[in-house]
Structures are given as C-alpha cells and as structure tokens.
C-alpha cells in the first residue's frame, strides 16, 4: 500500500474516532450501570489481591465493541453478528506460582460467592487439582445479559477472569475468547 492510501485511511479512522469518543464516555457509562457487568478490579480487588498488574487487561466496550465486529465481519460474518450484541468485554489475566494457586483458588471462590448473593447464577464448577473453573450468568427473563468465567490453570500458572455483558449465547463463548485471544475459555457445543 502506498504512503498516500495509508495516510488517507489513518487520516478516516482518526476522523471516525474522534466522532465516536464523546459517544464512548456515555456508553462506557450506560455498559457499567448495566446488571450483566461486574467490575473485575472492584468485585475481587484483583489487583490488591496480585499485588501487580496482570498480564493480559482487555475492556472493550460501546464503539470499540462495534469497530471490533464490523472488523470481523468479513472474515466470519457470524462472529460479527454475535459481538454486535455485546455490550462489553472485560479479561484480567495473571500468572501465578504454584505455591500461590491454593490462596488464588479460595479467592476465586470468594468472587463465586459474592456473585452468587448478588443475584448471579452457577452454571458450570470444575475443580480438581490441575484447574479451577467456574461460570455464571446473569439472566433478564429467558435471556442470558452477563456471563463471568474464573479459570485457574494450575499447570500453566496462570488465571483468567472475563465478564461479558451483553445478549449472549453461551454456546459461543469460546468464539468469543478466541476473537480476543483468551487461551482459558472453554468452547461449549
């Protein structure tokens, strides 16, 4: 491509932004009042938990999300059919040591807790000694509006929290943490 295409398309895709920034203040606004979403750092105090920033810390929201599934549009058109109905996606990522899973995994289960008192709902717990997993949905009606996923990966040292609110089709769960390259969530068939 040469120097003047890019430097239109840069030029586009800065206009675009521009027009959508004041818009994204109010729906990151209208995505964090929402029932289906959680705050990752707030609801475990992640962060004070790891004492460290985690390695993998994605937020997408309002027209982000959209850019995003218009972006995979042609590539997979039903991909881009199902991000349109998200409202956000939120991963907070960290390694951890062996000798840190055990504390990690009664801290997961602690966020399990406090979600379920808040109205959420268990779908899926597996717990052995290699990992740690754990889904649930928070449903309007027949319909599921949020989902949060805690895995803990004792062999790989690592542990994953994702929320995604939005209209959700937990079959396709795993679509959406390949899009944004999460490696700890399951796709369900």
């Given at each position: 491509m040469n120097r003047t295409k890019k430097l239109?398309?840069?030029?586009?895709?800065?206009f675009c932004?521009?027009?959508?920034?004041?818009?994204?203040?109010?729906?990151?606004?209208?995505?964090?009042s929402d029932p289906?979403?959680?705050?990752l750092d707030k609801v475990g105090g992640l962060n004070t938990f790891f004492n460290r920033d985690p390695k993998?810390?994605?937020s997408v929201e309002g027209a982000l999300m959209k850019l995003v599934a218009?972006?995979?549009?042609t590539e997979d058109p039903e991909l881009a059919n199902l991000l349109t109905r998200l409202k956000g996606v939120y991963v907070r990522g960290y390694e951890m040591s062996k000798a840190e899973s055990e504390r990690v995994r009664s801290h997961a289960n602690k966020i399990g807790e406090a979600l379920v008192d808040a109205g959420w709902s268990s779908v899926i717990r597996v717990r052995n000694d290699q990992e740690?997993?754990?889904m649930f949905a928070r449903y309007k009606g027949e319909m599921v509006i949020g989902m949060?996923?805690?895995?803990?990966?004792?062999?790989?040292?690592?542990t994953t929290f994702?929320?995604?609110?939005?209209?959700?089709?937990?079959?396709?769960?795993?679509?959406?943490?390949?899009?944004f390259n999460i490696d700890n969530v399951p796709e369900f068939k």
């Open positions: 239109f398309i840069l030029t586009i895709m800065g932004m521009a027009c959508l920034l004041p818009n994204q203040a109010m729906a990151r606004q209208c995505v964090r289906g979403y959680i705050d993998i810390d994605v218009e972006a995979s549009r740690h997993f754990q949060v996923v805690l895995s803990i990966d004792v062999e790989a040292r690592e994702l929320n995604i609110v939005g209209n959700i089709d937990p079959g396709q769960i795993g679509r959406i943490g390949q899009k």
